[in-house]
């Protein structure tokens, strides 16, 4: 059986958690194979809200196995806070989550660290969520880094205070001085110790040769991939496919479908280019139509139009084999849409290709027709405004890539199948 792979297309929050959820009971296995608490997957079941940060999507359904591979950085705080909110929610997911004891742990220093250089770089800024993600994917390129398994080893301490012992070093270097607060760290690496720290390339595997059908599960955007994203305003590890493969322990030949998930419009948390960026009364009518706040941070997201050119790499770098359009709900009332489909460069050229430095394109702009009807109560693709079903086939065409699945709001319910994906 073959891996299928869900990735955010744009530059994150694209509704990933929404898919997963909706898409979880057709797999045996939800594996995450990237990031950290940096990213937030925001679910809405019968009207309840959830935020995950580290935890698979599919720890809703007890039914299914969910996986922390080895390529995400765990904070054991953050860890500690989403089990306990589950669990005060009714949901138990002792039983059905394993964590990969090769995760890179977060310390409380690696925040430190995140806070002081983004500090230093001033108006120059990436727009961090300072969680310490970037510390922590650097002392493990670094071959520094403590992993999950390292906390049932008894010599776990000892490493501790030699990696925090250098990173104070570093601090107090560039003019910070404070101690790391650490008892709530050291109770959640005491809680995560209740939990199966295990060789989970092993089990992913065993699963595969049994017949299991898995969904790797992305974090943040391709277009924040540390390689193919909006370089240096990109997150610490790859996002795109690849990142399935080394972030799990699987093979290439073992991924199946590749699904790409993208809004309607354009987001963004943080700095870095984004050429479609709407300044105006329309980009704040996008903002709080669509509740553009961040999951992990509540920072205002930037709002833009859809950019085809990185809308096409992005397809182009991940191999996808099918598209999910999500937020479609919150262009209804606009009398017209905008979608990028070129870029002018600063030497006139035009081009349909994402160039090397993004933040000297400009985009043009083809304009289609709005539709003022609501439409997040509808059921069928039938029904929707013509404009709406106009929009969807000119982007299915243009991005050569089938539109699959059209979310028309935020909970499970509010999904319109366009074609079967299991059959």
Not at 87 to 93: K, Q
Not at 210 to 219: D, F
Request: aromatic share 8%; charged share 25%.
């Amino acid at each position: 059986m073959k891996t299928d792979v869900l990735l955010g297309l744009q530059w994150g929050d694209e509704g990933k958690g929404k898919i997963v959820d909706y898409l979880a009971n057709k797999y045996e296995v939800v594996a995450r194979f990237q990031g950290g608490p940096n990213a937030g997957h925001t679910i809405i079941i019968d009207g309840k809200k959830f935020i995950l940060h580290q935890i698979p999507s599919g720890i809703f359904r007890k039914e299914i196995m969910n996986i922390i591979g080895n390529g995400v950085v765990l904070d054991p705080i953050t860890f500690k806070k989403e089990i306990e909110k589950l669990e005060a929610a009714g949901i138990e997911p002792r039983d059905n989550l394993f964590i990969s004891q090769r995760a890179q742990l977060i310390l409380p220093t690696h925040r430190m660290l995140d806070q002081a250089w983004e500090t230093l770089k001033g108006k120059n800024k990436i727009g961090s969520t300072l969680k310490g993600i970037g510390p922590t994917y650097q002392d493990k390129i670094a071959r520094l880094g403590l992993r999950v398994g390292d906390i049932l080893d008894a010599s776990f301490q000892q490493k501790y205070e030699a990696l925090k012992a250098s990173h104070l070093k570093h601090l107090s270097d560039i003019g910070f001085a404070d101690e790391p607060d650490e008892s709530p760290f050291f109770e959640a690496v005491e809680f995560m110790k209740q939990f199966t720290i295990t060789e989970t390339e092993y089990l992913l595997n065993d699963q595969l040769n049994k017949g299991s059908k898995i969904l790797a599960e992305g974090a943040q955007g391709s277009l924040l991939d540390i390689d193919f994203g909006s370089y240096p305003f990109v997150t610490s590890s790859n996002t795109t496919v690849a990142g399935a493969c080394a972030g799990l322990g699987i093979p290439p030949n073992t991924i199946g479908e590749v699904f790409g998930i993208f809004k309607a419009y354009c987001t963004r948390v943080g700095s870095g280019p984004f050429p479609t960026e709407l300044f105006d009364e329309t980009g704040e009518k996008i903002r709080k139509s669509g509740a553009e706040f961040g999951a992990t941070t509540g920072r205002p997201r930037r709002c833009g139009w859809l950019d085809l050119p990185a809308l096409k790499y992005a397809i182009m770098v991940n191999g996808i084999s099918r598209l999910f359009m999500m937020k479609a709900d919150v262009l209804s009332g606009f009398d017209k849409i905008l979608v990028a489909t070129s870029y002018k460069l600063q030497d006139g050229t035009i081009t349909d290709r994402v160039p090397f430095d993004h933040h000297l394109a400009t985009p043009i702009y083809k304009e289609l027709p709005g539709w003022d009807i609501p439409i997040d109560e509808m059921t069928d693709e039938s029904s929707l405004p013509v404009e709406l079903r106009d929009y969807v086939n000119y982007l299915e065409q243009e991005l050569a890539t089938p539109i699959t699945v059209l979310s028309v709001g935020p909970d499970r319910s509010q999904t319109i199948i366009r074609e079967e994906i299991f059959v």
